[in-house]
C-alpha cells in the first residue's frame, strides 16, 4: 500500500459529519446573519483582517467549521487548541510562536481555542498580553455563554458572534448534498432516501447538523441495497436511525427553560408550564427539581387563594419519590395544571418578607409576659402567665396581643381579592378582627 492509498484510506474512515466539513464561505451551511454578502466577518475573513473573535453557539451549528475556513483562507499559522486538554504551557508555547512568527516572518498567528469556556483565570491571563499586544488573533469556540462563561478581561477584548440552530431547510438541503457528493459524500454508495425521511432526520436533529449527518450515515451503512444495488433510505429506517431529538442543553438554556417553566405557573399557562417541565426532563433534569419547584410555586404564586394548591403539589412530588419516573409524570402534570389554573395571590410571600425585614430591625422585641412559658421563672413572671386568654374559652378565639410591645400594630398577612382569601376576610370579620 503507497502513502496515496494510505491517506485515501484515513480520509474514508472519517465520519461523514467529518468528510463534509465545508472548506469555504460559499460551502458553508446557514448563519446568513453573520457570513452573508457583505457582513463585516465575511468581509474581514474575506481580507485577513479578522481580529480576536469568539463564536458562541449550540453544538453542530458550524462553530468550528468556520473557523477552519478562516484557517485556510489566511496567510498566517493557525494553531488549534482544546480548552479541555490544554495546558498554561500549551498557551505560552503558542504565544511564543506566536511572537517569533510576527517578529521573523511579519506573519499573523491565529489560535483557535475550541471549548473556550473551560479556561481557568489563569490560563485567560496567560494569554491575555498576546491578544492585547495583537501579537496573536484568537478565535474561542464555545456552546456556553462567554459573557457568564469565560474571564471578562478576554470577553471585553473579542467580537462575539452568537451562532443560531440551523433550520430544518438548512439541514435537508445539507442532507441532499451529501447523498450525491461523490468525493466526500454518499455518492459511490449509490444512497437515495425518501423526502419523509429527510425531513424526520432534520426535525428530529434539533438543529444540530452533525447528529442528523450522523444519522443519516447510520441509515445507509445499516440499510440492505436493494435487487438494483441502491440503498433506499424510508421513514422507518430514519426513525430507527435518529430516535429521539437531541434534547440536552447547556446551562444557559438549562436556567432559561428553569425560569421559563416557573414563570409560566406564575402567569397561569398551563400549556406553557407543561412544556418546559418535559423539555427539561427529557434533556436530563431531575425531575424531583420541577416538583421542588412546584411546591414553593404553589405556595408563593397560589398561597393562600388556594390552599389546596400546595396540598396537591406536596403529593405530587411524594408520589414522584415512591413511584418513581416515568410513571409519575401523570400525578406531575396534574400537580402542574392545577398550579396553573388556580386562583393567584403572593400575600404569603408579602407577609413572610415583611416579618424578616422587622425580624432583622427590630432589637425591642420581648415576649409579652402572659405569652412566656410558665414552667420557669419568678413567682411573678408564673402570676403573669395566668392573664393568658385561652382562646377555646371563648369560643375558639378571643382577641389579645402577641406581638411584642414595639411591634403590636404591625400587620403582616393582608388577604387578597381572589379564591379562598375572600372567604377569609369574612372569616375574619366574623371574628371582629382589625384587619
Keep these: 500500500m503507497d502513502l496515496f492509498d494510505f491517506n485515501k484510506n484515513e480520509e474514508t474512515a472519517k465520519p461523514l459529519a467529518e468528510r463534509m466539513r465545508a472548506n469555504s464561505l460559499d460551502e458553508f451551511i446557514g448563519q446568513k446573519h453573520i457570513v452573508s454578502d457583505g457582513s463585516l466577518l465575511r468581509r474581514a475573513i474575506a481580507t485577513d483582517r479578522l481580529g480576536s473573535c469568539i463564536f458562541w453557539g449550540p453544538p453542530g451549528c458550524g462553530k468550528t467549521t468556520l473557523a477552519n475556513i478562516i484557517a485556510l483562507r489566511t496567510n498566517g499559522e493557525f494553531i488549534k487548541l482544546n480548552a479541555v486538554n490544554a495546558g498554561v504551557a500549551d498557551v505560552k508555547k503558542a504565544v511564543e510562536t506566536a511572537r517569533e512568527n510576527l517578529k521573523l516572518y511579519n506573519k499573523r498567528t491565529y489560535l483557535l481555542l475550541d471549548e473556550c469556556h473551560r479556561f481557568n483565570k489563569t490560563q485567560s491571563d496567560s494569554l491575555l498580553p498576546a491578544i492585547e499586544q495583537g501579537k496573536i488573533i484568537f478565535i474561542g469556540s464555545t456552546t456556553e455563554n462567554p459573557y457568564a462563561a469565560m474571564t471578562p478581561a478576554i470577553v471585553s477584548r473579542c467580537r462575539v458572534f452568537e451562532f443560531k440552530h440551523l433550520t430544518n431547510e438548512d439541514i435537508i438541503d445539507a442532507l441532499k448534498k451529501a447523498i450525491k457528493s461523490r468525493h466526500k459524500g454518499l455518492g459511490k454508495q449509490n444512497v437515495t432516501a425518501d423526502e419523509a425521511a429527510l425531513e424526520h432526520i432534520a426535525r428530529t436533529a434539533g438543529g444540530d447538523l452533525r447528529t442528523a449527518y450522523n444519522a443519516l450515515e447510520l441509515a445507509a451503512l445499516t440499510t440492505e441495497p436493494n435487487t438494483e444495488g ?127 425585614e422587622d425580624v432583622r430591625n427590630t432589637r425591642d422585641d420581648n415576649v ?45 398577612y393582608v388577604p387578597g381579592e381572589n379564591g379562598y382569601e375572600n372567604e377569609v376576610k369574612e372569616i375574619r370579620k366574623r371574628k371582629g378582627k382589625k384587619n
Aim: negative net charge; charged residues 25%; aromatic residues 12%.
Design 230 to 356: 441502491t440503498v433506499h433510505i424510508t421513514l422507518a429506517d430514519a426513525e430507527q436511525s435518529i430516535q429521539r431529538k437531541a434534547l440536552s442543553y447547556n446551562e444557559d438554556s438549562y436556567y432559561d427553560f428553569l425560569s421559563a417553566f416557573c414563570k409560566s405557573l406564575r402567569g397561569s399557562d398551563a400549556n406553557a408550564a407543561l412544556y418546559y417541565a418535559m423539555r427539561l426532563i427529557e434533556g436530563g433534569c431531575d425531575p424531583m427539581l420541577i416538583a421542588r419547584r412546584l411546591v414553593v410555586h404553589s405556595a408563593e404564586d397560589v398561597g393562600m387563594a388556594d390552599p389546596r394548591a400546595l396540598q396537591i403539589a406536596t403529593s405530587a412530588m411524594y408520589a414522584l419519590e415512591k413511584i418513581g419516573y416515568p410513571e409519575a409524570r401523570i400525578p406531575l402534570s396534574e400537580a402542574i395544571i392545577y398550579v396553573c389554573e388556580a386562583e393567584k395571590s403572593n400575600s404569603v410571600v408579602n407577609a413572610m418578607y415583611a416579618a424578616i
Design 368 to 412: 409579652p409576659p402572659y405569652l412566656k412559658d410558665n414552667s420557669y421563672g419568678s413567682k411573678e413572671d408564673k402570676a403573669n402567665s395566668r392573664q393568658y386568654k385561652y382562646p377555646h374559652n371563648f369560643g375558639g378565639y378571643v382577641e389579645q396581643q402577641y406581638l411584642p410591645d414595639s411591634l403590636k400594630d404591625k400587620i403582616y
